[in-house]
């Protein structure tokens, strides 16, 4: 799984190694597997080269990737257990972003300007 991830430099290419690996390890039913592949423009590295990245080099995408995902995920993970840390990863990212949102609900700004509006 790391070399489809990693060593794709095209979307087709991972869109190709990964129907491969599907393939080769008969999981083409696995539903576990179905939603990060659908997801993949969130966390395949080839997919993320087309965002706005505020100036960011690459190798400090990359850490602050690692950094994430090195809190759910480590190198020992089975399969299963990637999937399921990967459902835990999303779940606490969006939970992130709620809490967030409801800061930013409550939150006043004041103005800076003297000028009537």
Known sequence: MSHVVWNSFTKDTFDKNWNDFITKYGLGGNKWL???YEDR???IPVYLDY?????????QRSESMHAFFNKFITRNNFLSQF???YDNCRASKEQREREFDAADFYTVISCTTKLAI
């Open 83 to 85: 999937v399921k840390q």
């Open 41 to 43: 423009h969130i966390w």
């Open 51 to 59: 965002h706005f990245w505020v100036g960011m080099r690459s190798t």
């Open 34 to 36: 179905l939603e990060p």
